[in-house]
């Protein structure tokens, strides 16, 4: 059962800024790497990014790369998708994920598992 579950997604002007969250209630969250994801009507998914448990180290796509940026608060079990100067391209459902497994540093989109419930980020003037 995926307990990871996205929200704080909306409608935002070209160039504005949105952040998403992403709450895991699994057992032991605070141990496993967390990333986020993304998929547009018609458009396979794309793994946007990633941060390790530590939370000392990130990855991004390169189409969010200096954009975007991931954050996790351990205490709140709740990891961060900070979004600025969106273009209409971020236009997508945004779902977060936990990986698969715990301690590790993932490689790929693979390493991690189910989507929870997204949320829609629609950017557009």
């Known amino acids: 059962q995926v307990q990871q579950d996205a929200s704080g997604g909306g409608l935002v002007q070209p160039g504005g800024s949105l952040r998403l969250s992403c709450v895991d209630s699994?057992?032991?969250?605070?141990?496993?790497?967390m990333g986020w994801f993304r998929q547009a009507p018609g458009n396979e998914p794309e793994f946007v990014g990633y941060?390790?448990?530590?939370?000392?180290?990130?990855w991004y796509a390169d189409s969010v790369k200096g954009r975007f940026t991931i954050s996790r608060d351990k205490d709140k079990n709740t990891v961060y998708l900070q979004m600025n100067n969106l273009k209409s391209e971020d236009t997508a459902v945004y779902y977060c994920?936990?990986?698969?497994?715990?301690?590790?540093?993932?490689?790929?989109?693979?390493?991690?598992?189910?989507w929870g419930q997204g949320t829609q980020v629609t950017v557009s003037s």
């Open positions: 699994g057992r032991a969250s605070g141990y496993y790497a």
């Open positions: 941060i390790t448990w530590t939370g000392r180290t990130t």
């Open positions: 994920s936990r990986a698969l497994e715990r301690l590790r540093t993932p490689s790929f989109a693979s390493d991690f598992g189910g």
